[in-house]
Every structure is written in C-alpha cells, then in structure tokens.
Antibody
Framework: EVQLVQSGAEVKQPGDSLKISCQGSGYNFIDYWIGWVRQRPGKGLEWMGIFYPGDSTIRYSPSFQGHITISADKSTRTAFLQWSGLRASDTAIYYC??????????????WGQGTLVTVSS | EIVMTQSPATLSVSPGERATLSCRASQSVGNNLAWYQQKPGQAPRLLIYDASTRATGFPARFSGSGSGTEFTLTISSLQSEDFAVYYCQHYYDWPPYTFGQGTKLEIK
C-alpha cells in the first residue's frame, strides 16, 4: 500500500526558516516524481513544484520559484519542502503527493495527509 | 501558464439527482486533465485522470468527459458522501500543472 506520511503542524514567525517532510512507503521511492501543493485557509489548491528522486530533477511553478526549495533524501525515502524566510502569506496546509510512474501523465495519484504551517508574529 | 476555470463556484443539488460540473482551459490541454475530490478536513483524492478514466475506489456514477478546452464531471444520482469540493487540474506540456479554483457541491 502506497503511503505518504507528512511531518506535524508548525507555528513560526515571519522570517523564520522551516523544512517540512513527507516520507513515502509501499513503492520504490526513486522511481516516482513527488510534488507539493499549497492550500491557503478556505482557498483552492496551488501547484508548487515536483521533484524526481532518481536524478534530483526539479520543476518549480514560477509563482513559487525563489521562495521555496524542494529536495529529497533517497536513503530515508523522504521528500522535503523548505523556506529560508517565511511570510505570513505562507500560512497554509501543504500537501505532498506522488505522481504515477508514467512521466507523461503527471497528475497526483496519492496524497499525504497535509502539514499545517502557521506564520504569525 | 494555462488557466483553468471551473463553473459554477457552488452547485446545490438534491440527493439522487445528477450534478454536472464544468472545467475550461485557457488553451487546449488535449485529454491531459484530472479531477480531484476534497472533503472537509481531508486531503484531496484523485477521482478522474486522462479526462475520463475513473481512479480506483470511485463508483461508476462518477464520469468525466471532454477534450481540448472543455471538460465535464458528471455525478449521476448523488449520494450523501459525494458532497465535497471538486477540482480540475491540467497536466499538459510543461509545468506548472495548474488547478481550477474548485466547485463546491452542496446539498440542496
């Protein structure tokens, strides 16, 4: 069974750094792209970027490029989303999600449970 | 960047009736379209991919259609567990693979 288990909720101040995680199990981690999606309170889904653990290829949305870093640790089967300078507008639930193995069909097949990040002074 | 527009924003339908949700792309995306279902407090769940293929676990009352720029999600004979927010997403060509803003399906 494919599972994506995300790290717990975080409360941070503006300007703080943060790294949240998403551990995959039940599949060969390095063979599948994994991505991140933002959902601000009461709002819709926003596509942030995707990462391929096999060769560390990353694709960012222009809306997020420069503000976030997506990475992964193959040895622990864990993907990461990090910020070096959080803003109040980063307050949201962040979901990780895995793509299917066929790279030409990059929809999100399996989802993590979400990590709530609150940024407030 | 391709813009996905869903309509209506909210759809009120009685249980047992049919619901029709629309998604329009700002340019052709072929059949590279997915639909997701999100219930309150839960992560989204893949419902339809490749515009018309139902994902594992969803019954046949859910169906997707369309290609190019116009897509439809139809739920025949609505059940209580179907009331949720539905999002479309394209995955055509190069990222970002943007989502629509969602349609909230509520009980009438």
């Amino acid at each position: 069974e494919v599972q994506l288990v995300q790290s717990g909720a975080e409360v941070k101040q503006p300007g703080d750094s943060l790294k949240i995680s998403c551990q995959g199990s039940g599949y060969n981690f390095i063979d599948y792209w994994i991505g991140w999606v933002r959902q601000r309170p009461g709002k819709g889904l926003e596509w942030m970027g995707i990462f391929y653990p096999g060769d560390s290829t990353i694709r960012y949305s222009p809306s997020f490029q420069g503000h976030i870093t997506i990475s992964a640790d193959k040895s622990t089967r864990t993907a990461f989303l990090q910020w070096s300078g959080l803003r109040a507008s980063d307050t949201a639930i962040y979901y990780c999600a895995r793509l299917p193995i066929i790279p030409t069909t990059p929809y999100f097949e399996f989802w993590g449970q979400g990590t709530l990040v609150t940024v407030s002074s | 960047e391709i813009v996905m527009t869903q309509s209506p924003a909210t759809l009120s339908v009685s249980p047992g009736e049919r619901a029709t949700l629309s998604c329009r792309a700002s340019q052709s995306v072929g059949n590279n379209l997915a639909w997701y279902q999100q219930k309150p407090g839960q992560a989204p769940r893949l419902l339809i991919y490749d515009a018309s293929t139902r994902a594992t676990g969803f019954p046949a009352r859910f169906s997707g259609s369309g290609s190019g720029t116009e897509f439809t999600l139809t739920i025949s004979s609505l059940q209580s567990e179907d009331f949720a927010v539905y999002y479309c997403q394209h995955y055509y060509d190069w990222p970002p693979y943007t989502f629509g803003q969602g349609t909230k399906l509520e009980i009438k």
